[in-house]
């Protein structure tokens, strides 16, 4: 049951974290910011804010 629990929790902050780099992309679009991102770039940025939102839900 741990590796179901613990794959749950590393899609859930996968998820958390695609949304939260969109969001953050999509509002500096709107203040007039054009921030593109290679493929190297995004992965790294998603893995790190997974890690973040990760640490985040721990209780």
């Not at 629990?5 to 509002?27: A, D, Q, R």
Request: hydrophobic share 55%; net charge positive; with cysteine.
């Amino acid at each position: 049951m741990n590796y179901v629990n613990g794959l749950t929790k590393l899609l859930v902050s996968l998820v958390i974290s695609t949304i939260i780099i969109y969001s953050i992309n999509i509002i500096a679009g709107f203040a007039g910011a054009d921030y593109s991102f290679t493929n190297g770039e995004a992965f790294i940025i998603w893995i790190l804010m997974a890690i973040l939102v990760n640490n985040c839900l721990k209780k």
